[in-house]
T-cell receptor, first 107, second 112 residues
Framework: KNEVEQSPQNLTAQEGEFITINCSYS?????LHWLQQHPGGGIVSLFM?????KKHGRLIATINIQEKHSSLHITASHPRDSAVYIC?????????WGAGTKLIIKP | NAGVTQTPKFQVLKTGQSMTLQCAQD?????MYWYRQDPGMGLRLIYY???????DKGEVPNGYNVSRLNKREFSLRLESAAPSQTSVYFC???????????FGPGTRLTVL
C-alpha cells in the first residue's frame, strides 16, 4: 500500500462543475503540499498547509490531520483547470509524493 | 525574479555520452532538489541538497552525480548515459528542507 494515495486517478467533468480531488496518507506528517502540473509539463505550487483550510481564487484546500486526509476543491471549473494535480506529504525526513490526479474539464 | 531556471530544455544523447544539467534559483533558497518523472509515474527524487555544501541521495541516485556549486546553483551530471535515463528532469528549490517547493520548467532528455 502506498503511503500517499490520491483519488480519483482520472477525472473528466464539464465546465462549471465543482471538483474534488482527494489525498490520503498513512504516515505522520507536518504539512501537505498541493501542486499542479500543466499539460505542457510545468509544475506550480498551489498550497502548503498543515491544518484547516486555505483558499486561493477558485481553489480551496482542506486538511484533516486526525483522519489523515486532504481535499483540493475547484469551484466553477474551467477548461484551463485541466492538469495533473499532485499532493505530497512532508514527513520527518522526506517529502512523499502521490501519483497525481489527471483532471480534464470539457467546455 | 526568474525563479528556478534549468538548461537545457531538450537534449538527445547517445548511450555512453555524458552531460550536465544546470539549475539555478534566485529566491535565496537553502534547499535544492533534482527529480525525474517518467511517463505515467510520479516524481522521484534523485538527489537533494539541504544547504550549500551538502548533498544527499534520494530515491533513485544510481547513475547520477550532483554538485551544489553555491547557494544558487545545483547541477546534475550523467557520466555515462543509458536509455533507462530517458526522462523529464525537474529541478526544484525550497526555503528550507522539504518546505514548499518551486519547480523549474524541466529538461526533456532522450538517450538513444
Amino acid at each position: 500500500k502506498n503511503e500517499v494515495e490520491q483519488s480519483p486517478q482520472n477525472l473528466t467533468a464539464q465546465e462549471g462543475e465543482f471538483i474534488t480531488i482527494n489525498c490520503s496518507y498513512s504516515v505522520g506528517i507536518s504539512a501537505l503540499h498541493w501542486l499542479q502540473q500543466h499539460p505542457g509539463g510545468g509544475i506550480v505550487s498551489l498550497f502548503m498547509l498543515s491544518s484547516g483550510k486555505k483558499k486561493h481564487g477558485r481553489l480551496i484546500a482542506t486538511i484533516n490531520i486526525q483522519e489523515k486526509h486532504s481535499s483540493l476543491h475547484i469551484t466553477a471549473s474551467h477548461p484551463r483547470d485541466s492538469a495533473v494535480y499532485i499532493c505530497a506529504v512532508k514527513g520527518d525526513y522526506q517529502l512523499i509524493w502521490g501519483a497525481g490526479t489527471k483532471l480534464i474539464i470539457k467546455p | 525574479n526568474a525563479g528556478v531556471t534549468q538548461t537545457p530544455k531538450f537534449q538527445v544523447l547517445k548511450t555512453g555520452q555524458s552531460m550536465t544539467l544546470q539549475c539555478a534559483q534566485d529566491m535565496n533558497h537553502n534547499s535544492m532538489y533534482w527529480y525525474r518523472q517518467d511517463p505515467g509515474m510520479g516524481l522521484r527524487l534523485i538527489y537533494y541538497s539541504a544547504s550549500e555544501g551538502t548533498t544527499d541521495k534520494g530515491e533513485v541516485p544510481n547513475g547520477y552525480n550532483v554538485s551544489r556549486l553555491n547557494k544558487r546553483e545545483f547541477s546534475l551530471r550523467l557520466e555515462s548515459a543509458a536509455p533507462s535515463q530517458t526522462s523529464v528532469y525537474f529541478c526544484a528549490s525550497s526555503a528550507d528542507r522539504y518546505n514548499e517547493q518551486f519547480f523549474g520548467p524541466g529538461t526533456r532528455l532522450t538517450v538513444l
